[in-house]
């Protein structure tokens, strides 16, 4: 198979993702639609057990021993994993499927953020606009032709913070643990918490409900194969770029597929500056990483 095909390859399972990603939290508010009463962290505690299923048995397959050498680091990138999960679900749940896809995936923005914080050679003046005029877009989402906001959309937005600080966690736990020893720690003791946490929300379900738990998982699960998948063919350029089209595939779909209202012109204009954003900050971020293995 020659590179062209390949590359083309890993667009595709990228593209997938991000709408393997969106069906999954279709199904949350298909099944509310259905009358069924699932809280969101049912859906998480599902998600994560059927995780961490998949995971042992890729470790038995390829006989991997586990190993943690920083468990305070894999505990950091399984809670905010956790609490980004159970947000955006939530987010589903309260608002709309377009709305919590769209503030989910403003962690690339959450990230910069948190980099400047913290990182002060990562600080100049263009990105600075970019992130302002991606927050306006946050903004525009938020409350549509209004100075105010529904207090539910906190989910969408606290699910997108958790998910940056859940993604540096993750960035620090890859240098020291392969990506088995991070998916078992994470699914596993996920699950653990997930329980320990929400079992009053936690039941035997019914057949119909077990085809909506089981469904959402089998997407959200299937979505990250895809994005592994697709990640070894395509670079971080066009791979943050792909998957940076969940924003617009729930802007078009919401109203096709999940029955949300259609975005206003305004929200049009936010959920495009979000996405530039995310697309600028990406390629930044990869030119940054190129010069340094150059200088290096």
């Not at 085809?211 to 959402?216: A, G, T, V």
Request: aromatic residues 14%.
């Amino acid at each position: 198979m020659d590179m062209n095909m390949k590359t083309l390859m890993g667009c595709f399972a990228v593209f997938g993702s991000a709408i393997v990603f969106y069906l999954a939290s279709v199904v949350i508010k298909m099944s509310k639609s259905a009358g069924l009463h699932i809280d969101a962290s049912f859906f998480v505690f599902v998600r994560f057990l059927l995780g961490f299923v998949s995971v042992v048995c890729l470790i038995l397959f390829e006989k991997k021993k586990i190993q943690i050498k920083k468990p305070g680091i894999i505990f950091g990138r399984t809670v905010f994993n956790m609490v980004a999960a159970y947000c955006f679900f939530q987010a589903v749940a309260t608002t709309s499927v377009s709305e919590a896809n769209i503030l989910n995936m403003t962690y690339p923005l959450f990230i910069a953020v948190f980099s400047w914080v913290f990182l002060k050679e990562q600080r100049d003046f263009t990105a600075v606009v970019i992130v302002i005029a991606a927050f306006i877009g946050v903004w525009l989402i938020l409350a549509p032709g209004k100075m105010g906001f529904k207090i539910e959309s906190l989910w969408g937005l606290t699910s997108g913070v958790s998910a940056a600080i859940g993604l540096i966690y993750l960035n620090l736990s890859m240098r020291d643990h392969d990506t088995e020893t991070t998916l078992f720690v994470m699914f596993g003791l996920g699950t653990v918490l997930m329980f320990i946490i929400f079992h009053n929300n936690i039941f035997i379900p019914s057949l119909l409900e077990t085809k909506y738990l089981l469904m959402c998982s089998a997407f959200a699960i299937a979505g990250q194969y895809l994005l592994t998948i697709g990640f070894k063919y395509v670079t971080a350029v066009e791979g943050g770029i792909i998957s940076s089209t969940r924003i617009l595939i729930a802007a078009l779909l919401g109203p096709i597929i999940a029955a949300d209202p259609a975005l206003s012109f305004s929200g049009w204009i936010g959920a495009f500056l979000i996405f530039s954003g995310n697309v600028y900050l990406t390629v930044r971020k990869t030119k940054a990483a190129s010069g340094r293995n150059h200088t290096h």
